[in-house]
Structures are given as C-alpha cells and as structure tokens.
C-alpha cells in the first residue's frame, strides 16, 4: 500500500503541471483514500494495545478460575480424608460386634457398603477434578508465555524507537534551534522542521540547509529498514497568493512533502515501499495562527516514523 502511494504521490508531482484537470482529480482522489488506509494503520497500534489489556484481563480470569479449582480440589481431599477416616472406625466397630449380633453385623455391612460405595465417588469426582486442573494449568501456563512474548516484543520495538530517536537527535545536533525538534511519543518518532530551515515562502523547493538535515536523517533511516516513514507537509492559514502554479495551500504542502520523499529517496538504502508523502495544508496546526510565532511553527514538515507490527500481528493471532 506504501509503494502504492508513493507512486501516486510521485506521479501527481511529475505530471500535474501535463495532465489534464481530471486525470489530476482522480490521481488526488486515489492518493486521498489511500491517505485513509494509511490513518487506519497508524490505529492499528492502539487496537493492538487494546488487545494486550484484554489479554491480561483474560489471564487473570484464567488464573481466578485455577485459583478456584485449586480451593475445591483440596475440599475434595479433607471430605474423601473423612469418609476415609469413618469407614476405617466402622471396621473397627464391625470387628468388635461381628460376635455380638448378626443384626448389628448386617448393619454395619450395610453402612460400609455405602461408605465404601461414597468413597469411589469421591475418589472419582478428586480425580476428574485434577484432570481439570491440570488442563487449567497447562492452559494458563500457555496464555501466560504468550503473553510474555507480546509483550516481549512490544518492548523491544519500544526500545527501538528510543534508540532511533537518540540517533536521529544526535545526527542533527547541528540543527537545534534553527526549527527542528525530535520527540517520542504513542510508539512513534515524530521529527518536525519549519519552514524556515527547508523552504522560501510559496516555494517548494529545498535550500542547501535544509537539504542537509534531510540527507543526514536519510543516514539514519538507511539504517532502520523496518520503519515507516510519513512525511506530512504543513502550513499557516494565509491563503496562497503564488504565481498560479499551485492550486492553494494543500496543494503546496503535499509538494513540500513530495520534495523531502525525493531527497530521502537519493539514499539508495532506504526503500521507496516505506516511504509516504502526504499534505495536510493548514488543517493540522500546532500553534495559533494568529501570531507571526504561531505561524512560523504551524509552517512545517513533520516526518513521523512509525515501528512494522506484522510480529505483534502474528502473535495476536496465534492466541
């Protein structure tokens, strides 16, 4: 799907100043579904997180009914213990009337009979009920391990986002406090740099700085095959007042994001498949546009690199 619209988004940067007005409509409708598809993954993540406490929740439902079959198992043992215990007394008493009374012989023939007859019912349901016992423990001792595999997993992806965003900090120490900040947060790394450092106003095209920033975030990306990369354009709220070749403001932040797929796509080592552009126009400030600060930050690209979950995925499903 991301090699998908990488090439829509590439080929509505190649022909759009050559096509006609429809085929460019329908190549924005494609890009926008396929932008949707995209949103739908990002989701993903919290389903999956979802998933986990219902697991937990599970197991712990499990572990209460092991609890539980444990506590009957053992008012099991003391009652065949009892019976056990009275029937060894009534032999005892057989014995010691057995010369007294043919009656009192009888009767106590009789009651061991049924002593006797009790106690192979008990020792019947000790024993169904430790076969279940033990399916619940194999079970929970199954759910557990994999549960501790999610979660495994889950962690080292998480320390792996980490680790990517001190290498990435750290690729573009030289570029703090010039509009570019790294953070992490919900599983993800966003990267975000303003305008200032990429862009001339209404331009599209990349200055020598900003060019710089890019290709050494590229370095560390080429090292991070299993990661996402979306690169959303944005920009303030003044209205495009350019020399016609933009249709407006959303047009200009996909061709923004657009020229940062292209620098990153120079890098040989990081695959097109894991690349997607996407403008968001003024639609996703972070700042109030009715300040010239506020502006300057809403003015930027935002590069959010998000962890594969095709192991999360697998594991899921196998439980």
């Given at each position: 799907m991301i090699k998908k619209l990488s090439l829509i988004a590439l080929s509505l940067t190649l022909f759009t100043s050559c096509v006609s007005k429809k085929i460019y409509t329908e190549l924005e409708d494609k890009y926008a579904n396929l932008k949707k598809e995209n949103r739908g993954l990002s989701d993903e993540v919290e389903t999956l997180s979802k998933d986990k406490t219902k697991l937990s929740n599970d197991l712990n439902q499990l572990q209460a009914a092991y609890d539980t079959a444990v506590t009957e198992r053992d008012k099991l043992q003391r009652n065949y213990a009892a019976a056990k215990s009275n029937l060894e007394t009534l032999k005892a008493s057989y014995k010691a009337l057995e010369e007294n009374s043919s009656a009192s012989i009888a009767a106590n023939s009789k009651k061991n009979r049924e002593l006797l007859a009790q106690l192979e019912v008990k020792e019947q349901a000790l024993s169904a009920e430790n076969e279940r016992l033990n399916n619940l423990k194999k079970e929970l001792e199954n759910r557990s391990k994999r549960v501790a595999e999610l979660e495994s997993v889950i962690a080292a992806k998480d320390t792996n986002m980490r680790a990517l965003k001190d290498a990435i900090s750290k690729?573009?120490?030289?570029?703090?406090?010039?509009?570019?900040?790294?953070?992490?947060?919900?599983?993800?790394?966003?990267?975000?740099?303003?305008?200032?450092?990429l862009f001339q106003s209404g331009s599209w095209s990349v200055g020598t700085e900003g060019r710089k920033a890019v290709q050494q975030l590229g370095s560390v990306l080429a090292e991070n095959p299993d990661i996402a990369i979306l690169i959303e354009g944005h920009t303030d709220d003044d209205p495009y007042t350019g020399n016609g070749q933009l249709s407006g403001n959303w047009d200009l932040s996909t061709k923004r994001a657009t020229a940062i797929v292209n620098?990153?796509?120079?890098?040989?080592?990081?695959?097109?498949?894991?690349?997607?552009?996407?403008?968001?126009?003024?639609?996703?400030?972070?700042?109030?546009?009715?300040?010239?600060?506020?502006?300057?930050?809403?003015?930027?690209?935002?590069?959010?690199?998000?962890?594969?979950?095709?192991e999360i995925s697998k594991l899921l499903n196998d439980i």
């Amino acid at each position: 799907m991301i090699k998908k619209l990488s090439l829509i988004a590439l080929s509505l940067t190649l022909f759009t100043s050559c096509v006609s007005k429809k085929i460019y409509t329908e190549l924005e409708d494609k890009y926008a579904n396929l932008k949707k598809e995209n949103r739908g993954l990002s989701d993903e993540v919290e389903t999956l997180s979802k998933d986990k406490t219902k697991l937990s929740n599970d197991l712990n439902q499990l572990q209460a009914a092991y609890d539980t079959a444990v506590t009957e198992r053992d008012k099991l043992q003391r009652n065949y213990a009892a019976a056990k215990s009275n029937l060894e007394t009534l032999k005892a008493s057989y014995k010691a009337l057995e010369e007294n009374s043919s009656a009192s012989i009888a009767a106590n023939s009789k009651k061991n009979r049924e002593l006797l007859a009790q106690l192979e019912v008990k020792e019947q349901a000790l024993s169904a009920e430790n076969e279940r016992l033990n399916n619940l423990k194999k079970e929970l001792e199954n759910r557990s391990k994999r549960v501790a595999e999610l979660e495994s997993v889950i962690a080292a992806k998480d320390t792996n986002m980490r680790a990517l965003k001190d290498a990435i900090s750290k690729a573009l120490t030289n570029f703090e406090g010039k509009g570019l900040t790294v953070e992490q947060r919900d599983g993800k790394v966003y990267v975000s740099m303003e305008n200032k450092l990429l862009f001339q106003s209404g331009s599209w095209s990349v200055g020598t700085e900003g060019r710089k920033a890019v290709q050494q975030l590229g370095s560390v990306l080429a090292e991070n095959p299993d990661i996402a990369i979306l690169i959303e354009g944005h920009t303030d709220d003044d209205p495009y007042t350019g020399n016609g070749q933009l249709s407006g403001n959303w047009d200009l932040s996909t061709k923004r994001a657009t020229a940062i797929v292209n620098i990153l796509r120079e890098n040989n080592s990081i695959s097109p498949e894991n690349l997607t552009a996407a403008g968001r126009g003024e639609f996703a400030p972070i700042a109030s546009n009715e300040t010239t600060a506020g502006k300057a930050k809403n003015r930027r690209i935002e590069v959010i690199l998000t962890p594969k979950l095709d192991e999360i995925s697998k594991l899921l499903n196998d439980i």
